[in-house]
């Protein structure tokens, strides 16, 4: 018969009068995270600049390096989106909207979805990822994203 133990630890309480804020933001605390992580992510800020991006993440997503894309736009042309037809067409303004990062920003709820990514350089094979992507909040409003991916 299989034996369970339980324990219960004492709940921390604030001290009355302790700051409720966080010293900094969340962005600023999830970049530090990202640009140190061994999994492929990727932050980006409500404007969609990249705030950080992990090694691997940049690797698979067939990026610049990570130190060239921070404070550059997401979709400036470094990330090139297709989409699953046959044809392999670039994702137009409208679908990228629909994409993980962004709509986590502008819905600001949890996303997932599979994208494509042109392979570089040209006639490399292209790649698919898994993408989940949360809203980050700070002060109750959406600041930005952060997206995991694996490959498919």
């Known amino acids: 018969?299989?034996?369970v133990e339980l324990s219960l630890s004492e709940v921390r309480v604030p001290a009355v009068g302790a700051p409720?804020?966080?010293?900094y933001d969340?962005?600023?605390s999830w970049s530090m995270t990202v640009s140190r992580a061994d999994e492929p992510c990727l932050l980006i800020a409500a404007d969609t600049r990249v705030v950080?991006?992990?090694?691997?993440g940049?690797?698979?997503?067939?990026?610049?390096?990570c130190r060239d894309m921070i404070g550059q736009?997401?979709?400036?042309?470094?990330?090139?989106?297709?989409?699953?037809?046959?044809n392999r067409g670039?994702?137009?303004?409208?679908e990228l909207d629909k994409i993980p990062p962004l709509l986590a920003i502008t819905s600001g709820r949890l996303t997932r979805g599979l994208l494509r990514i042109k392979?570089?350089?040209?006639?490399?094979?292209?790649?698919?990822?898994?993408?989940?992507?949360?809203?980050?909040?700070?002060?109750?409003?959406?600041?930005?994203?952060?997206?995991f991916f694996s490959e498919v």
């Open 26 to 28: 969340n962005v600023t």
């Open 90 to 94: 670039e994702l137009t303004e409208p």
């Open 73 to 86: 736009p997401l979709l400036d042309g470094s990330l090139r989106l297709l989409d699953f037809t046959a």
């Open 1 to 3: 018969m299989a034996h």
């Open 119 to 147: 392979g570089v350089p040209a006639g490399a094979p292209d790649a698919t990822v898994d993408a989940i992507s949360t809203p980050v909040h700070h002060a109750g409003a959406v600041v930005g994203s952060l997206t």
């Open 52 to 56: 950080a991006v992990s090694a691997s």
């Open 20 to 23: 409720t804020e966080q010293e």
């Open 58 to 65: 940049s690797q698979l997503l067939f990026l610049r390096d």
